[in-house]
């Protein structure tokens, strides 16, 4: 048993290694076609700074760290801060003018901030969540100013800081469903794919197909399904292993059903594979098998996850 796994396993180890990186490449591309597809949606906010005090920078800060708004920032000379809706660069352009800060402790903001803003659906949601920002710094001089006509003496950076350590959290979240799923469509195709590319072990164990050492070696008994069940397994465990990391890295939420169904497809698939290797002489003709071999196989898999 030993001398037939360090055939198929410790002797091939280059062959693995360049079967571990191709499906490593192919999980790179899969994660970067994932991360490009669920990009969350950003809408862009152009702001011009005309003051560049610190509460105008806290304003943009704030903006800038809320999750749905990508700021744009517009430079002092732009004359026309209006055109970047225009050329559809932004969906909400304002200016932050010179006495921005002074007009804020004077709660005097009025007509104070030039902006506009696209005439749609979205426009009116970025422009709600821009004047929430700058509501929401007007909080704390709405507080001083109620306090200094009850004559309370407290400063205003005292203010700030209670009322930002006051500031509760949103409890509004998002839960995901306890209960793990036996099937998903979307990790059948990414396990389709991996099942698609891994046929590539066809080639690259081409080594182990040598008629004549085979037919030595096929003389013992039980050497024959010692030799197809140390290939089925290393590739099982490898293609599992592969697929496992893969639903970590992407936080799949998927039950025990769904990786012992896969790890039931994967055996079926190494068994056709090892048949196609271990049988087939005509390198062509074995290629051409095991891509069909392959193909069949995913298509059964994702429809096991319709």
């Not at 700030?160 to 350590?165: D, F, M, R």
């Not at 979240?173 to 099937?183: G, I, L, P």
């Not at 069949?296 to 319709?306: D, E, H, K, P, R």
Request: proline residues 2%; aromatic residues 10%; contains cysteine.
């Amino acid at each position: 048993m030993k001398s037939i796994f360090k055939l198929v396993f410790i002797k091939q180890w280059k062959q693995y290694i360049a079967l571990l990186l191709i499906l490593i490449a192919s999980l790179s591309i899969i994660l970067f076609i994932e991360s490009t597809s669920n990009k969350i949606f950003k809408m862009p906010i152009a702001i011009q700074d005309m003051d560049h005090s610190k509460e105008s920078k806290t304003l943009i800060n704030t903006l800038d760290h809320t999750k749905f708004i990508d700021v744009i920032h517009l430079s002092k000379d732009e004359a026309y801060i209006e055109d970047v809706i225009k050329k559809k660069e932004a969906i909400v352009s304002l200016q932050i003018p010179d006495d921005f800060s002074n007009k804020l402790k004077k709660n005097d903001l009025r007509d104070a901030i030039p902006l506009y803003y696209r005439d749609d659906f979205v426009g009116e949601i970025a422009l709600e969540v821009t004047s929430k920002a700058l509501y929401k710094q007007q909080i704390p001089v709405i507080i001083s100013n109620h306090l200094k006509k009850s004559k309370q003496d407290i400063s205003y950076k005292k203010i700030v800081s209670e009322y930002k350590k006051d500031t509760p959290s949103s409890k509004m979240e998002q839960n995901a469903v306890k209960k793990n799923s036996d099937v998903s469509i979307s990790a059948g195709l990414i396990v389709a794919l991996l099942i698609i590319v891994s046929c590539s072990q066809i080639v690259l164990h081409q080594r182990l197909k040598q008629n004549a050492a085979l037919e030595r070696l096929m003389m013992f008994n039980g050497t024959k399904l010692k030799l197809y069940m140390n290939y089925i397994i290393v590739h099982t465990l490898l293609l599992c292993l592969t697929i496992f990391v893969i639903g970590m890295i992407l936080s799949w939420s998927l039950s025990a059903v769904f990786y012992i169904t896969t790890l039931f497809t994967l055996f079926i698939y190494e068994i056709g594979m090892s048949i196609l290797l271990f049988k087939v002489n005509t390198m062509s003709h074995k290629l051409f098998m095991s891509i069909i071999w392959s193909i069949a196989i995913s298509i059964v898999y994702i429809f096991l996850q319709i």
